[in-house]
């Protein structure tokens, strides 16, 4: 799996991205998964933001990533970025997050 393949240029200069988070109950094995979306920042969809504390960087958590293309990929984030994206799940729905670190 290609890490490179969740991620895409965007097709507007207003535009970010964010994390479609699934819910706990999307998961049997407790892996996180989503998928990252384009929004256009003048008329977004109602989201979260996440800014968590910095520390040395590891690579130690991994989120299961969609991509443009549907093509599924393991991107690896902080320990950190894990740790606030599993507190973060819901159990039934999904979440729009914006991370500063994915």
């Not at 999307?26 to 929004?39: A, F, H, N, R, V």
């Not at 520390?55 to 950190?80: F, H, W, Y």
């Amino acid at each position: 799996m290609n890490p490179r393949a969740c991620y895409s240029e965007f097709t507007k200069p207003t535009s970010t991205g964010v994390l479609r988070l699934d819910p706990q109950s999307s998961s049997t094995d407790g892996t996180l998964s989503g998928k990252l979306i384009e929004i256009d920042v003048d008329e977004p969809p109602e989201y979260e933001a996440i800014s968590y504390v910095w520390g040395k960087r590891k690579d130690a958590g991994q989120v299961l990533c969609e991509g443009p293309n549907n093509q599924k990929s393991m991107i690896k984030c902080t320990g950190n970025g894990e740790d606030v994206l599993r507190r973060m799940q819901h159990q039934t729905k999904s979440r729009l997050l914006w991370l500063d670190a994915i």
